[in-house]
């Protein structure tokens, strides 16, 4: 991890075109300013982690459905139809 010190209204440079800039600081807490391309996704870490959590659990419940279908055709037979009628 790169650490740097700043001090209000200087900024940092990424990659060329993301800036971080600080804005201000008040006791505990520093406010700071991020200028990038509108391409660029930018979220405070805590809502990433939900969103990670979120794309995580989507998956395992994507999976799981796939299993049953599969499960759901085995029985049903390589066909695919029932066979309910047949004596």
Known sequence: MLVLSRKE???III???IEIKIIGV???Q???GIIAPKDVKIFRKEIY???Q???IAAASSTDKLADLAENIKDKLGK???SKKNDK
Do not use: L, P, Y
């Open 49 to 51: 982690d939900e969103i």
């Open 30 to 32: 520093v406010k700071i």
């Open 79 to 81: 066909g695919g139809k």
């Open 15 to 17: 990659n060329d075109n």
């Open 26 to 28: 008040k006791q505990d």
């Open 53 to 55: 959590s979120a794309n």
């Open 9 to 11: 209204e200087e900024s």
